[in-house]
């Protein structure tokens, strides 16, 4: 297995016809992954890393986004998008089987180079069939835990492997800072998710706010959203502090990117907190001097 990079992903064109005529989503086009990457809040926490570390990562990231953009497809039946999946499954199956490995076979670098899990990427999947098998609409907190478990925490730990952490500390870390992260992503999509159908919110928040509607379209513009989502907040200030307070026990591995990631998306939160989420409501965003001034505080040895 050889190491791969972002720039590293493209097969030759007639791997990519035949793959389009059976069906299936075409490899990854490195020059729009990079442009993706570049507009996310992870490219300069992944940019800062040593360069076999930033290449694992770009490829994890470039793996979470093919698999996110066949969740989020809402130009194909659920049953086209399960299937793809699925064959994602089986590609990553005969990745570690050793096997010619289809679309994951840029994987294959980073996996044998860190020991990333089969496991995680299975559970990253999961996550995602989750929102192919219907709109996820006001679930319960046990439903939603569940759900940031597969599509952020398990991230987190294929992230932390890369990271070079240890077992149990990689672990509490993926836990606590990729449910931080995720619901940070709920409280600031709100109305992105509704435009597709879908609620985040738990349904045991909503209804202490006295907002009864499950219906993204309606629960969005109901003046009582913001007392809904503050128990939310909540914990994810309570996931962020715990992360917080693992990196400064100072644990083994590279913690400059989670810290980094820590505290763009603290910002983005404590932002919000300050808006407020009633309607109308304006998305926030951290303008690139804030996000330099982040770097130089965050960033810095220590």
């Known amino acids: 297995m050889s190491q ?12 990519q016809r035949e793959r389009l005529a059976a069906g299936r989503q075409p490899f990854p086009d490195p020059a729009a992954l990079q442009a993706q990457i570049a507009r996310s809040s992870f490219y300069l926490p992944m940019r800062l890393m040593p360069k076999a570390e930033r290449a694992a990562m770009f490829a994890i990231y470039a793996f979470c986004r093919m698999v996110d ?5 809402g130009t194909r039946p659920r049953e086209a998008r399960a299937v793809e999946l699925e064959r994602w499954r089986a590609d990553l199956a005969a990745l570690y089987a050793g ?8 994987l294959a670098g ?4 860190f020991g990333l899990r089969h496991a995680d990427f299975l559970a990253v999947i999961d996550g995602m069939a989750m929102d192919v098998a219907e709109d996820i609409q006001a679930p319960d907190l046990d439903k939603l835990d ?14 932390t492997r890369v990271f070079g952490m240890g077992e149990a500390s990689g672990l509490e870390l993926a836990h606590h800072l990729g449910r931080a992260l995720q619901l940070t992503n709920i409280l600031r999509d709100l109305d992105e998710d ?4 879908r609620l985040y919110l738990p349904r045991e928040f909503l209804a202490e706010a006295g907002i009864t509607t499950t219906q993204p379209s309606a629960a969005i513009v109901d003046p009582r959203l913001d007392a809904a989502c503050r128990p939310l ?24 990117a989670p810290r980094l990631m820590e505290a763009v998306y603290r910002e983005i939160l404590q932002r919000m907190l300050v808006q407020s989420w009633a309607p109308p409501r304006r998305r926030v965003r951290i303008g690139k001097p ?13």
């Open 4 to 15: 791969t990079s972002p720039g590293g992903l493209m097969p030759a064109p007639a791997a």
């Open 110 to 113: 980073p996996v044998e180079g």
């Open 290 to 302: 804030r996000l330099l001034w982040l770097v130089a505080r965050h960033g810095l040895p220590g």
């Open 69 to 73: 953009d066949i969740a989020d497809d």
């Open 146 to 159: 569940l759900y940031c478990d597969r599509v952020a925490s398990a991230v987190g730990r294929l992230s």
């Open 99 to 106: 096997q010619p490995a289809g679309h994951a076979a840029f």
């Open 194 to 197: 509704a435009a597709m159908g």
């Open 233 to 256: 907040a909540d914990s994810a200030l309570d996931h962020f502090a715990a992360a917080d307070r693992l990196m400064r026990s100072r644990p083994h591995g590279r913690l400059l």
